[in-house]
Each structure stands twice: as structure tokens, then as C-alpha cells.
């Protein structure tokens, strides 16, 4: 099974660990020191050009995605329930 991220990313639910609301990454301390470790190993993805609204996390990769972090986690429960 696959989840659409926006733009042309598709990405396996497999590869999927979690989804975030983008304001976490403002929030949390955590989330930052995170985003920037997977920055300097270039392990980020901006998905199109339209504003992030959510921070989906993948076994290799980070993606600023520009669709809601709801929206996202509707598609993944979608999925489970399947």
C-alpha cells in the first residue's frame, strides 16, 4: 500500500513512522535537534512549492509535506483498516 504526500510523492505505508503537525518543530526542543540532525545528513525532502503543513517522518527520509498532518493520518488509518 501507498500514501500520497503531496505533489508527486508517494511514498510505501511500510516506510512510514509517524506524522506531525509542522508547529512541533517551533514547539519542541526535541523535534529541532531532530530536524537538524536529518538536515545535515540530507535526509530532507521539501514536497512542491506550496507552504508545509506537516513533518512526515520515513525510515530514511524527512518530508515537509503540504498537505495536513490530519489529512495524512486519515490516508495512513485508511490504510490499517484495510
Known amino acids: ?3 500520497h504526500l ?3 510523492k508517494i511514498i510505501r505505508a511500510e516506510e512510514l513512522i509517524a506524522i506531525f503537525d509542522l508547529s512541533i518543530e ?3 526542543k526535541i523535534s529541532k535537534q531532530f530536524v537538524t540532525h536529518a538536515a545535515k545528513e540530507k535526509r530532507i525532502e521539501v514536497i512542491g512549492e506550496e507552504e508545509s503543513k506537516s513533518l512526515v517522518v520515513t525510515l530514511h527520509k524527512v518530508y515537509y509535506s503540504p498537505i495536513s498532518s490530519s489529512t495524512l493520518n486519515k490516508r495512513a488509518n ?3 483498516m484495510s
Open 1 to 3: 500500500m501507498f500514501i
Open 6 to 8: 503531496g505533489g508527486e
Open 26 to 28: 517551533k514547539n519542541s
Open 78 to 80: 485508511h490504510l490499517l
